[in-house]
């Protein structure tokens, strides 16, 4: 069902509750989102309606008819309804909650701002941040919902948009997720257990702590979860958590690309299969190229040092 549609936003309900015609969910799209709407299948299979706000590009939501759309979703949103969005998108639910009739926002590795004269540390979206024309209201944490916000720890650059946000917040709740990196949704999802931190959220008021019980028994279930533990080992200990990485994921070129890497740095010349696989599946990308390039020249040191 379209609810709003302009150059810039696209609204519309994905109907999962036959008696209901408001949402109980209201999700922000991310940057770059090319895959299947966030909570679609999720919403039909549990039997609960979700609008889904699409921007028309990365531009942190900041059009002028962005109020337009927003009074729109309002009109279609239930009280007490939930606002979800990962990064990009959970920049747009922090910042936006007061606009819809939410009293929960759950959000993934979510931004502050961009703006680098709010936060000067931020420079993965610079380019971005230089063309946009920030709206008044941007670096404004809705203050009637309550904000569960989901990050890595061990993230730094996500970590800093994290402290902004409980600081200029009424109502947050952060729960760590050590080794989730910046797309903690995706890792969830390879553990099996996005969805029912969702359904978690949507149902009642949870703890810290029974969120993370819940993500913590499924987590290892993820490659990269078992990746991000690989980066915090010493060199010659990341292999066993790369191995499974690769079984849970055999096509995952980021896995294919650290474990052919950490192999030839040990000096073991299989190294190079797993770098050439990584290639074959991307090879129009110099990154891979420039793996392969370094594996063969680190196996060549480790040889002349033996």
Known sequence: MRIYESRTLRAFMTRGAPDSDLADLVTFEPLNSRRELFAATVAQKYGFNVVHIVPGGNDWYQYDDLDLCLDSVAAVTAPGATITGASMGGYAATTYSDRLPATKTLTYGPQFSIQRTVVPEETRWATESERIEFRSDDAEIGQRARHYVLYDPL??????????????????????????????????????????????????????????????????????????????QPLAMREPYLRTALELTPKDVAVLKMLGNTLCELGDVEG????????????????????????IKALQDARRTA
């Not at 993230?155 to 990196?181: K, M, N, Q, Y």
């Not at 996005?194 to 913590?216: C, F, M």
């Not at 190079?272 to 594996?295: Q, S």
């Open 272 to 295: 190079l299969d797993y770098l050439r696989a990584a290639l074959k599946r991307r090879p129009n990308d110099p990154r891979f190229l420039r793996a392969l390039e370094r594996g």
């Open 155 to 232: 993230f730094s650059r996500d970590v800093r948009h994290v402290e902004l946000i409980a600081t200029h917040g009424r109502d947050v709740v952060l729960v760590p997720v050590s080794c989730g990196g910046h797309t903690i949704a995706r890792t969830l999802a390879q553990a099996g257990v996005l969805s029912a931190v969702l359904r978690t959220v949507l149902a009642g008021e949870p703890t810290r702590d029974e969120l993370s019980t819940l993500i913590d028994e499924q987590l290892p279930g993820s490659s990269h979860y078992q990746l991000g533990v690989a980066l915090q």
